[in-house]
């Protein structure tokens, strides 16, 4: 079993910075894609970025060139580097993990942690 834990969520002025963590335990391995969503209120869960073993990453577009991830896989750790925030990046953030690819129906996610964004 895998277990994910997130943290560095918190309140943010637009413009400002946060990173979030996310804390892998348990059967995972250095392959494994790592990466967030996040879900505001009413709202569907959207993919955020990931990262897989080898380093590679994708973003979704509206995120390109203000967040970064990155993981540290002797830590089992993804991290999310969000610079230039928005209030609409105000969300629950969630880390998921799948061996393969990460979609909506990926087997193993965090509870979340909450990024507010104010004006």
């Known amino acids: 079993q895998v277990r994910l834990v997130e943290s560095g969520g918190g309140l943010v002025q637009a413009g400002g910075s946060l990173r979030l963590s996310c804390a892998a335990s348990g059967r995972t391995f250095s392959t494994d894609v790592m990466g967030w969503f996040r879900q505001a209120p009413g709202k569907e869960r959207e993919f955020v970025a990931d990262?897989?073993?080898?380093?590679?990453?994708y973003y979704r577009n509206s995120v390109k060139g203000r967040f970064t991830i990155s993981r540290d896989n002797a830590n089992k750790t993804a991290y999310l580097q969000m610079n230039s925030l928005r209030p609409e990046d105000t969300a629950v953030y969630y880390c998921?993990?799948?061996?393969?690819?990460?979609?909506?129906?990926?087997?193993?996610w965090g509870k979340g942690t909450l990024v507010t964004v104010t004006d």
């Open positions: 990262i897989r073993g080898n380093g590679g990453t």
């Open positions: 998921a993990l799948d061996p393969t690819k990460l979609t909506l129906r990926t087997r193993y």
